[in-house]
């Protein structure tokens, strides 16, 4: 067929030509997805031949809302719903942010590394399996926060070694009371993130497994709560727990209040408060929220 376009070109426009014979019937069908209503599905509709044979009928009652169609378009309608159910569900995505937090008042930021989860305990376990003779108190009674500063010159490669072995972060055990306690205050209506910093030269397992070690043992909906920064004073919340004796970085006067979790490497610490154990949270940390309102 030709024609003259707004240009005044000649061109030449090819006839519709309806599917061929060998087409199954359904295929030709209006997608009932992309109608913009039922009226307009059934007015497409209206343009098809016979109902579907019988083996594209449905076998069982269809949906509330197809009943409203035309038999015919409610056989499409199954049909094509049938073909796209999938046998398993997608898993749901875990959110991406924690609820929101009102004028981020009564925002706890928890440490993980000694403070949330037990990581002395595990490098212990695994320094003793390396060298059998030590005592495990020269690791759970270290004075020196970075651990490797606890070891001379010769051992502090193996210390190192151990942190950087796949697999050593997710094996952590929770520090007793843990998981308990950070559940109490969220159903208490208090925000709380995970906040922790990554090991400086042992980042590509670390990190990987501080997501893994959360969805462990909190689950997928816990793991927006994780903030993963070297420099914590710039993050804002109303109190950190961390068993760090002193929590320093860009900013000199940090909006939240340090409170320390306790670790034989910060005994020296008494200007701060304190918490002991985590079933103590609310005798410590909710008069220092209430206290910030
Ligand atoms: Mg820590």
């Not at 599917?19 to 209206?46: E, F, L, M």
């Not at 083996?55 to 073909?83: H, I, M, N």
Request: with cysteine.
């Amino acid at each position: 067929m030709m024609s003259v376009n707004a240009v005044g070109m000649a061109t030449t426009t090819a006839a519709w030509v309806p599917p061929p014979a060998t087409t199954p019937r359904r295929c030709r069908r209006p997608d009932p997805a992309t109608a913009s209503s039922h009226a307009a599905y059934a007015r497409a509709a209206s343009s098809w031949g016979p109902r579907l044979p019988f083996k594209c009928q449905p076998q069982s009652p269809l949906p509330s809302p197809l009943r409203r169609f035309p038999r015919r378009c409610a056989v499409a309608v199954a049909v094509t719903s049938s073909s796209a159910a999938s046998p398993t569900p997608p898993p749901t995505p875990p959110p991406l942010f924690p609820p929101p937090v009102p004028a981020m008042k009564n925002v706890i930021l928890i440490d993980m590394d000694n403070t949330l989860a037990n990581f002395d305990a595990e490098f212990a376990k695994r320094w003793v399996a390396a060298r059998p003779g030590d005592e495990t108190t020269m690791i759970t009674e270290r004075v020196h926060f970075e651990l490797e500063e606890n070891f001379d010159s010769e051992l502090a490669p193996l210390a190192v070694k151990i942190m950087s072995t796949p697999g050593f972060f997710i094996e952590f055990a929770p520090a007793p009371g843990a998981v308990t306690a950070v559940k109490e205050m969220v159903d208490a209506g208090y925000t709380v993130f995970f906040c922790t910093a990554p090991h400086p030269f042992q980042y590509e397992t670390c990190v990987a497994e501080k997501y893994a070690w959360v969805r462990k043992h909190f689950g997928d909906d816990y793991l927006a709560r994780i903030i993963i920064t070297r420099d914590k004073t710039v993050v804002k919340g109303t109190v950190l727990i961390d068993d760090k004796p002193a929590v320093k970085g860009a900013e000199e006067a940090p909006e939240w209040t340090h409170v320390v979790f306790q670790a034989s490497y910060n005994k020296e610490v008494t200007s701060k408060p304190r918490l002991t154990q985590f079933s103590d949270w609310r005798e410590v940390i909710v008069p220092l929220l209430e206290a910030a309102q």
